[in-house]
């Protein structure tokens, strides 16, 4: 598999996770995470496992303030053998309060891996900046 082709493949996994985020689909984002995933949230909490990461977001989609979380792919470089990828860029979380919307950001890095089913989330490291 060509390097573009991985990329456009992780980009379009991207995408599907911000609009099943959007759609507050947790039944679907399941499929987008090893089973051994690794997450560490904006709040420095570390999250252990596919089980735990659905579980989280099920939480989050349960708040009735809760939006969505945006990834932005900044930069997506691929292993020689086309097997694992790191993909680095920008999020956002958006909450609707009374008095308007509220958010939070910063950088992220996500480490993929190529599987039967496609590219998976092996693990993730959110650090929030704003």
Known sequence: MSDSRAEND????????NDLIAG?????????????VNVIAGDGRLIVGADAVVKAFATQFSDPT???????????????????AAECGRWVGSWQSA??????????LAAWRKSDGGWVIE???????R
């Open 99 to 108: 008095g308007g919307g509220i958010s939070a950001s910063g950088q992220y």
């Open 66 to 84: 809760f939006v969505t979380y945006v990834r932005t792919a900044e930069t997506i470089a691929i292993d020689k053998k086309g097997a694992r």
């Open 123 to 129: 693990s993730e490291l959110f650090v929030t900046l």
């Open 10 to 17: 992780i980009r379009a996994r991207r995408q599907l996770t």
């Open 24 to 36: 507050h689909d947790v039944a679907r984002l399941r499929a987008l995470f090893d089973p051994k």
